[in-house]
């Protein structure tokens, strides 16, 4: 094979071209740090960066959720601790005066007393997080509880559940539908907004005597209705530990993650500053053989 005077130069550009090339690739490394600056780099250890990035943003993604879901919980526990209490008083009042020998004026004072603990009742009811009501399952733009002018209480909201993603393919649900706290008739429970009106009916009653069986028999399921509001928060305490499990994983894993990634991604510094230094001698000396080779022959200057 002849070797011509065009080859030895294209020959020449090629071995600068991939001398410089290389060059920038190990001044990028030093610069950035980072020995995958793109795809090209190391294509597997890239798919394997970016696979680390995503966990980690999803990471960040769950653990906001996660926040989210502890502070909402201990939202409605302060809240159902609240209207816990105020049953609490209207069964004391309903203990405390269910003798037939008050007066009605008593009765009468006495009934504004639970009228007003009924409305504190459905305002914790109607209590909202960050804008929602907590307690009207998805509808969460519309009050759950109304009442009429005669203490008729209803329910507006539908039977949804508040779910968090927590994990890939996990979440845990908070339930959301208010009539589980407050108006549990249907299933075996007691409706506290019924019960506090009975109240308010015995309290009003003409009748003294009968008045006061109706208040005393307030007595008991006021307090089954307390009790029940005290169980539904107990169901929030599982809840709130697997929350609370799940964060503490995420976040002793998170460094784990981002260790793995910095063994794949950064560059070894030391060794790379090396690298550079060998490159740029042979970067130099390919240009020098080059310019004692390639010159113009006397056969070039005759054609």
């Given at each position: 094979?002849r070797?011509?005077?065009?080859?030895?130069t294209?020959?020449?550009?090629?071995?600068i071209?991939?001398?410089?090339?290389?060059?920038?690739?190990?001044?990028?490394?030093?610069?950035?740090?980072?020995?995958?600056?793109?795809?090209?780099?190391?294509?597997?250890?890239?798919?394997?960066?970016?696979?680390?990035?995503?966990?980690?943003?999803?990471?960040?993604?769950?653990?906001?959720?996660?926040?989210?879901?502890?502070?909402?919980l201990?939202?409605?526990?302060?809240?159902?601790?609240?209207?816990?209490?105020?049953?609490?008083?209207?069964?004391?009042?309903?203990?405390?005066y269910?003798?037939?020998?008050?007066?009605?004026?008593?009765?009468q004072?006495?009934a504004?007393?639970?009228?007003?603990?009924?409305?504190?009742?459905?305002?914790?009811?109607n209590?909202?997080f960050?804008?929602?009501?907590?307690?009207?399952?998805?509808?969460?733009?519309?009050?759950?509880?109304?009442?009429?002018?005669?203490?008729?209480?209803?329910?507006?909201?539908?039977?949804?559940?508040?779910?968090?993603?927590?994990?890939?393919?996990?979440?845990?649900?908070?339930?959301?539908?208010?009539?589980?706290?407050?108006?549990?008739?249907?299933?075996g429970?007691?409706?506290i907004?019924?019960?506090?009106?009975?109240?308010?009916?015995?309290?009003?009653?003409?009748?003294p005597?009968?008045?006061?069986?109706?208040?005393?028999?307030?007595?008991d399921?006021?307090?089954?209705?307390?009790?029940q509001?005290?169980?539904?928060?107990?169901?929030?305490?599982?809840?709130l530990?697997?929350?609370?499990?799940?964060d503490?994983?995420?976040?002793?894993?998170?460094?784990?993650?981002?260790?793995a990634?910095?063994?794949?991604?950064?560059?070894?510094?030391?060794?790379a500053?090396?690298?550079?230094?060998?490159?740029?001698?042979a970067?130099?000396?390919?240009?020098?053989?080059?310019?004692r080779?390639?010159?113009?022959?006397?056969?070039?200057?005759?054609?």
């Amino acid at each position: 094979m002849r070797v011509t005077q065009n080859i030895t130069t294209s020959n020449f550009i090629s071995y600068i071209n991939q001398h410089a090339e290389n060059l920038l690739k190990t001044q990028q490394q030093i610069a950035s740090q980072k020995r995958i600056n793109k795809s090209s780099d190391d294509p597997i250890g890239m798919g394997q960066v970016l696979g680390y990035r995503t966990n980690l943003a999803l990471t960040d993604q769950y653990q906001e959720n996660i926040q989210q879901g502890k502070t909402r919980l201990e939202f409605n526990e302060i809240t159902l601790d609240l209207a816990s209490d105020l049953v609490k008083t209207a069964r004391g009042l309903a203990a405390n005066y269910s003798g037939s020998s008050l007066s009605s004026a008593a009765r009468q004072s006495i009934a504004l007393q639970v009228k007003d603990l009924y409305d504190q009742v459905m305002q914790m009811a109607n209590s909202k997080f960050n804008g929602n009501y907590i307690f009207s399952g998805h509808a969460t733009n519309t009050a759950p509880f109304t009442r009429d002018a005669n203490f008729n209480a209803t329910y507006n909201g539908d039977d949804g559940e508040l779910r968090i993603m927590v994990s890939d393919n996990v979440e845990v649900n908070i339930v959301a539908d208010g009539r589980n706290i407050f108006q549990d008739a249907a299933n075996g429970g007691v409706n506290i907004f019924d019960e506090l009106k009975n109240l308010i009916d015995g309290l009003e009653n003409p009748d003294p005597v009968a008045g006061s069986a109706q208040i005393q028999a307030a007595v008991d399921v006021l307090q089954d209705g307390r009790d029940q509001i005290n169980s539904r928060r107990s169901e929030y305490t599982p809840v709130l530990y697997r929350l609370q499990a799940t964060d503490e994983y995420m976040t002793n894993l998170r460094p784990k993650v981002e260790e793995a990634m910095a063994t794949l991604e950064q560059a070894d510094i030391t060794k790379a500053v090396v690298e550079l230094q060998n490159l740029e001698l042979a970067y130099e000396t390919t240009i020098a053989t080059a310019a004692r080779i390639i010159q113009p022959s006397l056969l070039d200057f005759l054609r």
